[in-house]
């Protein structure tokens, strides 16, 4: 059985008390012990400037670094950009691999989502590396994903497989000059090389009039499966559909056919808790913010246990029948959200998100949790 071991919240830095709005995190757990976390900050949800700090515990989360910027953001035809978090990962030793999302930040009143267009303002793909736990880091490099006009937006960390690569996912997006029809697709493409080149892109989801937001992949113990869940929308209908999901059974070069996994809500990372299942994460808005892990047997097909981690007093935050352009504003209201999963040991994993009681004023969460059979 899962049980909650301990919560806490990486504390305001007094030097950033301007940017209330902590949201869109990521932690890695690095071999020394160290939790090494990113998040986005802004003045509120909303805002249209933006940028990515980190700080790390050595202490399990008794206490936390002053927030830093890690790098210099590049320009891009002499344009500054925005980033929204940096997603790490562990190479090994002191050793860290981050991506991170390059937003256009030149023409301030332009949102980043146009409704008119249903484009995105130009997102890339940027990969540092640091040789001592995430201190320093080295120059930003661009990851080309074939066309270079289409907005990319990263999906989480990139995932380290059975055979040494990794894999690099995201959406690709309409950019402002694109005047076709928008089908919205979750993509990866991957490194043999811990993230010097990468190649191979491969569609993993690409459905006219369906939108499977959030691709929140994991690879199990064999290192090989795959199993990626996404947040559903329909725009035919337009209605959010339960969490869908796919398998790979060949490390992310070919994938099977979606299913119902019978949840409804948005997703977030899953692990591979070996003998304990497949531990999934997600918060469904419907009535009110709640956030539930579940264990699976059978990789997401049917649900063995769940834990409540979170559960709000607010009113929903998310309305079933929607269209798309109504849910990119909806999103600007969550004030909690993007729920993750990170394996910390066989017995404990570590529960991260975002969470306050006004959009525009949240903070980075997490929840140790336990198995009683430890």
Not at 58 to 73: K, M
Not at 306 to 311: A, E, G, P, Q, T
Not at 329 to 338: L, N, T, Y
Request: proline share 5%.
């Amino acid at each position: 059985m899962m049980k909650v071991i301990r919560r806490g919240t990486i504390p305001k830095d007094p030097a950033y008390s301007l940017y209330p709005s902590n949201t869109f995190c990521s932690i890695e757990a690095l071999p020394s012990g160290r939790w090494l976390a990113s998040f986005r900050i802004a003045t509120t949800k909303g805002s249209r400037h933006f940028n990515a700090m980190m700080t790390y515990s050595d202490n399990q989360g008794a206490t936390w670094a002053s927030w830093y910027e890690p790098v210099r953001l590049p320009l891009i035809d002499g344009r500054e950009g925005m980033s929204i978090c940096y997603y790490c990962v562990s190479l090994g030793g002191s050793r860290v691999l981050a991506l991170f999302n390059w937003v256009d930040g030149s023409i301030s009143d332009q949102p980043f989502y146009d409704p008119v267009t249903e484009s995105l303002k130009d997102t890339y793909i940027f990969s540092i590396i640091s040789e001592d736990e995430g201190i320093t880091w080295s120059e930003p490099k661009r990851v080309h994903i074939g066309s270079d006009a289409d907005p990319v937006a990263l999906t989480g960390s990139p995932l380290l497989l059975g055979d040494g690569r990794l894999a690099c996912h995201f959406e690709i997006n309409k950019n402002r000059k694109d005047t076709r029809t928008w089908i919205h697709r979750s993509a990866m493409i991957f490194s043999a090389d811990q993230g010097s080149t990468w190649d191979n892109l491969t569609l993993v989801t690409d459905v006219p009039d369906m939108y499977y937001w959030d691709q929140r992949p994991c690879v199990t113990d064999d290192g090989k499966t795959l199993v990626d869940f996404f947040w559903s929308l329909d725009g035919k209908r337009n209605t959010y559909l339960n969490i869908h999901a796919k398998e790979s059974r060949d490390a992310g070069r070919t994938w099977g056919e979606l299913w119902d996994t019978g949840i409804y809500g948005q997703p977030g990372r899953p692990v591979d808790c070996a003998l304990h299942g497949l531990a999934c994460i997600d918060i469904d808005r419907s009535t009110r913010p709640v956030i539930t892990v579940r264990l699976s047997d059978d990789r997401a097909r049917t649900w063995s246990e769940s834990l409540v981690i979170y559960d709000s007093a607010m009113t929903k935050q998310d309305s079933k029948q929607i269209s798309m352009n109504e849910a990119w504003a909806e999103m600007a209201r969550f004030s909690v959200g993007h729920p993750h999963l990170l394996k910390l040991s066989e017995n404990r994993l570590l529960a991260y998100f975002y969470a306050g009681e006004h959009c525009d004023d949240t903070s980075i969460s997490y929840v140790m949790i336990g198995f009683d059979d430890e």
